[in-house]
């Protein structure tokens, strides 16, 4: 019995030894046998612009006014901007142009220096309104309309495209062209062949409508001749990966 276990245990024993010896050869032979060459990788961006002319206009401007009270004051605003809106309607705009912004009234305060106390005076009363121009042509009879019936404070004036998306996806192509075609100048430096890329990704940017920042004086004295809109560039952004 005891020669019949030593036995077994003998056989175990050389299993062990055998499973250890051939562990050990595959070692041996995975640690010296040529790691495999590394894929070069190709990352490429392509950027691209159009440019267009605006074809709408915002143009946002409003009434402050003054008074005893909180209720004379905002009266003063509310009938100045009603015939504000009226003016402009009559040049054609559309009633679902023209958009309050904001209307806000507040405390006017008098500061005593001798007492170091400040008190109610009076009050004021502001609406703002935004115009959407989508004749570029009218965009300074607005402005002058809406300041000769009362306007007295302007923020800005921006000139943007109605439907920008044709505009994009030109702009789209353009930019995976030109991304290609910087892949394939790397390529061709490196002794290396393209095949489809990888991965391709559409980098957000946002294409901001062009600003035109007036005073309130130049807004008094502007007129259709005096209002540039000039053209909007839209950028696109494409990722390459090889």
């Known amino acids: 019995m005891k020669t019949k276990r030593l ?3 003998l056989i175990v024993i050389g299993l062990l030894f055998v499973n250890a010896f051939i562990f050990s050869l595959w070692r041996a032979e995975a640690s010296s046998a040529p790691a495999s060459q590394s894929k070069t990788e190709i990352n490429v961006k392509g950027i691209a612009s159009v440019f267009a002319e605006p074809d709408i206009a915002v143009v946002t401007f409003g009434v402050l006014s003054e008074d005893i009270s909180a209720d004379a004051a905002y009266s003063k605003t509310s009938s100045k901007i009603n015939k504000i ?14 958009k309050t912004l904001r209307i806000s009234v507040y405390p006017k305060y008098s500061y005593n220096k001798d007492d170091n106390a400040s008190k109610i005076i009076g009050f004021y009363a502001s609406t703002d309104l935004t115009v959407t ?97 000039g ?11 090889y």
């Open 85 to 98: 809106i009226d003016a402009i309607r009559k040049l054609g705009i559309d009633s679902k142009d023209i």
């Open 231 to 241: 053209t909007i560039e839209i950028k696109a952004e494409v990722t390459l990966t």
């Open 133 to 229: 121009v989508r004749n570029i042509s009218q965009v300074g009879k607005v402005v002058d309309i809406a300041f000769k019936n009362g306007a007295n404070t302007f923020s800005d004036l921006r000139f943007d495209i109605s439907n920008v998306a044709p505009y994009y996806n030109q702009a789209l192509a353009k930019a995976l062209e030109n991304a290609k075609e910087k892949a394939n100048v790397l390529a061709k430096g490196l002794g290396i062949s393209l095949g489809k890329p990888r991965i391709v990704n559409e980098n957000i940017y946002v294409n901001a409508p062009l600003i035109v920042y007036k005073t309130q004086e130049m807004a008094l004295s502007a007129s259709s001749s005096q209002v540039q809109a």
């Open 7 to 9: 036995k077994v245990m």
